[in-house]
């Protein structure tokens, strides 16, 4: 049997998860590009996105998303100052946002197409209200820039504020890739100047590499970016890779052991059907609930739109789409079998946990193929659908099937639809 550990917290919060926040096709002000990692504040969510002053979208429900304004009135004057052709009617890009030092920051990148005359700046907020009197983005200047004949390109920002109270920043696009440097966490400025820059990733032989995000799990780092060009429309080939470290400064690995510095990469999401090019990830975690926020380009030009996925972790570690698998399928094999099984024993089936009659039976089996075991989760205020019928021997023929050694353990056809 499996070490079922690995999937406790993940059966209880597919039984505990809201249909309507399941696989909900989100609505509302969505069409934009490079969204944030999602934030909270009271009852509402919030992301920023590429736009002239920074775009705002909040929502109630991470569904429905609606407009919040925008971060500044007219751009800093130091962003025309400091990256030459910017203009203050131009787009800031890939803004990023955190809470941290009891205040919300947003990093923001201000350069032109192709260019690596660039810089990232920090504006701060108290509030994300509109209705609090407090409210009010304050632009705190210059984080870092890069000149042409650096080595780097300072744009697409991503901050991790880590467990142990440290924080780094970062970012990166074409060129030699994917760098990081040290923030002092009151300021949520650079720790210093002078401080120093890490190369983290490459796409090799391509230069094709920006969007990173910086993501911590346990003891554990993941680097996610994106190989590929974007805002093509349906020629963009934007797909996000990811790979992982014990630390923040590298090196980061991927799932077959390759450094990403030497063009490793593990896919997590590539264009399907019409979400073509997806791009810059974020994750937000809730109630044990973690969503996979990010954008697609879609089938026509400067079309892009917002996107959120529901996150699962294989168990050893690796991130996946977890609304891509059957709800019952544990370890995002592609099978309903025999080891989701013994994760369900481990949750659900032993002692008085099973049910009244405190034994592990078909009729459990029954109850968890209806509560987490369906392959499509139903919209908001729908029924979950029953299984198809099956006699309760039938099921103490699939239970004994699934858990015997010589069985192979993989289970019918009617347990994987």
């Not at 490079?34 to 009271?42: A, E, L, M, N, R």
């Not at 934007?238 to 896919?267: C, E, W």
């Amino acid at each position: 049997m499996i070490s079922p550990g690995p999937w406790k917290a993940y059966l209880l919060t597919v039984a505990i998860l809201p249909a309507s926040q399941a696989a909900a096709a989100l609505t509302g002000l969505i069409t934009l590009r490079d969204p944030s990692q999602i934030v909270k504040q009271g009852d509402s969510y919030y992301i920023v996105a590429t736009g002239r002053n920074i775009l705002i979208r909040r929502s109630e429900d991470l569904v429905h998303w609606t407009d919040d304004g925008r971060v500044f009135d007219s751009a800093p004057a130091w962003t025309t100052q400091v990256v030459d052709g910017f203009q203050p009617t131009f787009d800031f890009w890939a803004p990023e946002i955190i809470h941290a030092g009891g205040e919300y920051r947003v990093y923001y990148s201000a350069s032109t197409w192709g260019s690596q005359d660039s810089a990232i700046g920090l504006a701060t907020n108290a509030t994300l209200d509109r209705s609090d009197p407090n409210y009010a983005w304050v632009d705190r200047g210059l984080v870092i820039q890069s000149n042409p004949g650096d080595p780097f390109n300072t744009i697409d920002p991503s901050v991790l504020h880590g467990d142990d109270g440290r924080m780094w920043l970062s970012f990166g696009s074409y060129w030699n890739g994917i760098y990081i440097t040290e923030l002092d966490p009151t300021t949520g400025l650079r720790i210093s100047p002078a401080s120093g820059l890490t190369p983290l990733a490459r796409n090799l032989p391509s230069s094709s590499i920006e969007a990173s995000y910086l993501h911590q799990r346990g003891d554990d780092y993941y680097l996610f970016v994106n190989w590929g060009s974007c805002c093509a429309g349906p020629d963009s080939t934007y797909n996000i890779r990811v790979g992982r470290s014990t630390s923040p400064t590298g090196p980061f690995y991927d799932q077959a052991g390759k450094n990403m510095y030497s063009g490793g990469g593990t896919l997590v999401l590539a264009s399907e059907g019409e979400r073509i090019g997806p791009g810059h990830a974020g994750i937000f975690e809730e109630n044990g609930v973690e969503y996979f926020g990010y954008h697609y380009e879609g089938t026509r030009l400067n079309s892009a739109k917002f996107d959120i996925r529901r996150l699962g972790w294989t168990p050893d570690g690796w991130p996946v789409m977890a609304d891509a698998f059957a709800a019952a399928d544990f370890d995002f094999n592609g099978v309903v079998d025999g080891a989701d099984l013994a994760a369900w024993q481990d949750q659900y089936g032993r002692g008085p946990s099973a049910d009244a009659d405190g034994d592990s039976d078909g009729g459990d089996f029954l109850t968890w193929q209806r509560e987490v075991g369906t392959t499509a989760y139903p919209t908001a205020g729908a029924s979950i659908p029953e299984p198809a019928s099956l006699t309760l021997m039938g099921l103490l023929l699939v239970l004994r099937r699934s858990i015997a050694p010589s069985a192979g353990g993989h289970l019918p056809p009617v347990w994987r639809d």
